[in-house]
């Protein structure tokens, strides 16, 4: 029968080598919900683009909203606020807009009946791939209760009535509007196109100033007759449709005169078995000293009141978008008009190559507004060849693109004089250094024999063509080189030979198409290689164009192209 250990040899036990072991009691479970409830907190997500909210049922109850009547869309905050914070609320969340990543805010929220909640917003703003704000998620805590925080001293509510909020924290900040205004200005002196200032007014602005919808009509000979039939913006729900009427003739009149126009409150005819859609609508107009540019509309649910700080907040906004606005079109109409003299000095159509497939791209630069001296060209020659050139004349200018269209004549002629591309490279340069035009340039030359695929080549300082194998690997072309054109005028340039296999592609292009500040050249290189092999075997003719457009295609607008691109892609087809 078993009787258990005796004293001795329990006693033996405790002195055993093997430790005893410590039992730790089970830790409570707790739920998330209890978990926030405790903290006094609850959840909320905002969809900036959309402007759709999502409160939790806590959220709810700090801006005095029932759950079920909540509609999910954020004028029921906005409605809520205290009026003392608005304007320092908007400049915070401008800010936070802006520069992404987390953000801390305090404010208040006054109830229907009159009590105050203080609120404590924790969050974080999420960017999308092209670097724009897309959504915010955090937390709303409940800090009515709480004694004075020790990282901001308490401000009496007076002192709070009679300044802008209290800012970040509880301390006073009484230029909130014109913290909110330097927040927008900055962002907009950013701006190069005219779709960059639109970018800053839906991302940000609209927003933070907390308006459902935004508006932007273009007049493009200042006639304010012309107000509606361009809009930048998203077209407008289909609820506000019949309001569009109203909506033009209050952005003629604001264009007109030259004043914002607030309009607290108004509605259409609503269809049949409809309610009335109500609206509120502050317009500004977008004029500068000299010029109308046109007008925009931040439009608000339901009636309101815009009292004098909000007007002088507009009246102020109106006339810093105007001026981005202005220079943004300006320098839209420079680089198109740069960029059509470009295209008008490349090639206007590309040789039939027999027995091959052929793809050129052009793409103009975003670094300013002058032309560049990127070009590609495909010669016919005598011999049953044909000649595939590809430069790039050093700088972004209109002399730049002059040296460009003076060395297409110049190569032009001496390829078809007969000379090799090792020849016509060296005549070429050294007319270039007897222009004496402080400008180099680089180049690749290829002459091809369509029937056989053999290939004759010389470089000049220029990128190395990549080989498009059968077997689907990317590889440069083991093509010597010389200096830039213009640099040496007794530079020689090795010939080389090679031959293009049927399936086989080649490609030629500028440095403007791997352009990468963040990397090395090498790693560009790799980079164009892995982006060519990764498609497998070159596409058959039908594919070859979609491969030059996926080439040129930007790989995201955050990493904004800054050089002009060229290039030339040929297929041996049989």
């Known amino acids: 029968?078993?009787?258990?250990?005796?004293?001795?040899?329990?006693?033996?036990?405790?002195?055993?080598?093997?430790?005893?072991?410590?039992?730790?009691?089970?830790?409570?479970?707790?739920?998330?919900?209890e978990a926030l409830d405790a903290a006094r907190a609850g959840l909320f997500a905002w969809d900036v683009a959309s402007g759709a909210v999502h409160w939790d049922d806590f959220v709810c109850s700090l801006v005095g909203v029932a759950p079920e009547e909540f509609d999910g869309r954020a004028d029921a905050f906005f409605d809520a606020l205290h009026a003392a914070d608005a304007a320092r609320l908007a400049a915070a969340t401008a800010k936070a807009l802006e520069r992404g990543g987390r953000y801390r805010n305090h404010y208040r929220i006054v109830h229907p009946d009159g009590r105050i909640r203080r609120i404590e917003?924790?969050?974080?703003v999420l960017l999308d791939a092209d670097g724009r704000p897309e959504r915010v998620l955090g937390l709303l805590l409940d800090r009515s209760s709480d004694g004075p925080d020790p990282g901001y001293p308490e401000v009496p509510t007076a002192a709070l009535d009679a300044t802008s909020g209290y800012g970040h924290g509880y301390g006073p900040y009484a230029d909130s509007s014109d913290a909110f205004l330097l927040t927008i200005t900055r962002a907009l002196s950013r701006a190069t196109t005219a779709d960059d200032v639109m970018q800053v007014l839906t991302d940000m602005a609209r927003p933070s100033l907390g308006a459902e919808t935004l508006l932007v009509s273009l007049t493009p000979t200042g006639d304010p007759h012309e107000i509606g039939t361009v809009t930048l913006h998203e077209p407008l729900p289909e609820e506000l449709h019949p309001l569009r009427p109203a909506a033009a003739a209050a952005m003629r009149r604001a264009l007109v005169q030259e004043k914002p126009v607030f309009v607290e409150g108004i509605s259409a005819p609503p269809p049949p078995g409809r309610r009335p859609v109500v609206r509120t609508w502050a317009v500004l107009p977008l004029a500068s000293s000299d010029q109308r540019h046109g007008s925009c509309l931040?439009?608000?649910?339901?009636?309101?009141?815009?009292?004098?700080?909000?007007?002088?907040?507009?009246?102020?906004?109106?006339?810093?978008?105007?001026?981005?606005?202005g220079r943004a079109l300006l320098y839209d109409a420079e680089h198109q008009r740069a960029t059509e003299l470009q295209r008008a000095m490349l090639p206007r159509r590309v040789p039939h190559v027999p027995h091959h497939t052929v793809a050129v791209r052009y793409r103009p630069g975003t670094a300013g507004m002058e032309v560049g001296g990127d070009w590609y060209e495909v010669l016919e020659l005598d011999g049953d060849r044909v000649g595939l050139v590809i430069g790039d004349v050093q700088g972004h200018s209109a002399r730049a693109s002059a040296v460009m269209g003076q060395l297409r004549?110049?190569?032009?002629?001496?390829?078809?004089?007969?000379?090799?591309p090792a020849g016509t490279l060296a005549r070429t340069s050294r007319l270039l250094s007897d222009l004496d035009t402080d400008l180099f340039a680089t180049c690749c030359y290829?002459?091809?024999?369509?029937?056989t695929g053999r290939l004759s080549a010389a470089r000049a300082g220029h990128p190395l063509p990549v080989r498009l194998e059968s077997s689907g690997a990317a590889r440069e072309l083991d093509l010597p080189g010389g200096p830039p054109l213009g640099v040496d005028p007794a530079a020689e340039y090795p010939l080389a030979e090679h031959?293009?296999?049927?399936?086989?592609?080649?490609?030629?292009?500028?440095?403007?198409?791997?352009?990468?500040?963040?990397?090395?050249?090498?790693?560009?290189?790799?980079?164009?290689?892995?982006?060519?092999?990764?498609?497998?075997?070159?596409?058959?003719?039908?594919?070859w164009e979609s491969l030059a457009d996926r080439l040129v295609r930007p790989r995201d607008t955050a990493a904004t192209q800054r050089d002009d691109?060229?290039?030339?892609?040929?297929?041996?087809?049989?």
């Open 298 to 325: 931040f439009g608000y649910p339901g009636a309101r009141r815009f009292d004098e700080a909000q007007r002088s907040l507009f009246t102020a906004l109106s006339g810093i978008i105007a001026h981005a606005l």
């Open 499 to 543: 031959r293009l296999g049927v399936g086989e592609g080649l490609l030629l292009y500028t440095d403007g198409l791997i352009e990468d500040r963040e990397e090395s050249y090498d790693e560009s290189v790799d980079r164009l290689l892995a982006a060519l092999a990764e498609g497998g075997r070159p596409p058959a003719r039908t594919g």
């Open 409 to 420: 004549i110049a190569l032009r002629a001496f390829a078809r004089e007969g000379h090799d």
């Open 446 to 451: 290829l002459t091809l024999e369509p029937a």
């Open 1 to 33: 029968m078993d009787e258990g250990p005796s004293p001795s040899t329990a006693a033996a036990d405790t002195t055993s080598s093997t430790p005893a072991r410590t039992t730790f009691p089970e830790p409570p479970t707790v739920t998330f919900p």
């Open 565 to 574: 691109l060229a290039l030339l892609l040929l297929r041996r087809d049989a």
């Open 121 to 124: 917003e924790r969050g974080e």
